[in-house]
């Protein structure tokens, strides 16, 4: 599914399509899944259950919420850096797949709204978490910078954004990035 759905498009792609790339026959595909739909959204699941995993694991693995945050958000460029084709499923055609689509999405996107509220909760200087509207523009930033480069087919190059992303999520949180 993704790499058909980053080649054509969403909404161009069949479930013929995708029989042809995996390689499957139409039972098989319907023993899993009841239409396109549905495979599409299984596929989002599998690349946002890896991307909250990796961002999730270095979020924990560092000494401070601050460093969390900065490892957080370099595993997540990372992975999707290394599956273009499932970043532009997750990030780009997720917004072609219809209402359940975009449902799943919104999830995602507050899911990691949450994330930043909390991590930033945890800081020694934190009066309170940032309100709602902060953590979902930074997230909401983050996925636009995201969106641009892989729609222009730059994935590989998101690496290179954290510390620019990072500055400006900082500056949000109203704490400097370099703070001691």
Not at 28 to 36: C, L, N, S, V
Request: charged share 25%; net charge negative.
């Amino acid at each position: 599914m993704a790499k058909t759905v980053s080649a054509q498009g969403y909404a161009a792609t069949s479930v013929a399509d995708v029989l042809r790339e995996a390689r499957i026959s139409r039972r098989t595909f319907y023993e899993r899944f009841a239409d396109k739909e549905d495979c599409f959204l299984a596929a989002y699941d599998a690349i946002v259950a890896r991307c909250d995993a990796h961002v999730v694991g270095a979020f924990h693995a560092a000494d401070s919420w601050r460093e969390g945050i900065e490892d957080g958000l370099a595993a997540l460029l990372r992975v999707l850096a290394r599956e273009p084709e499932f970043a532009r499923l997750a990030v780009v055609e997720v917004l072609a797949a219809g209402p359940r689509g975009l449902t799943r999405r919104d999830t995602t996107m507050q899911r990691f709204a949450t994330f930043v509220q909390v991590a930033r909760a945890q800081a020694p200087d934190a009066p309170a978490p940032p309100s709602e509207l902060v953590a979902q523009a930074i997230v909401g930033g983050i996925y636009e910078l995201l969106y641009s480069h892989i729609v222009r087919g730059e994935a590989e190059r998101l690496p290179q954004l954290s510390d620019e992303m990072l500055h400006f999520a900082f500056m949000l949180l109203g704490t400097p990035r370099h703070q001691l």
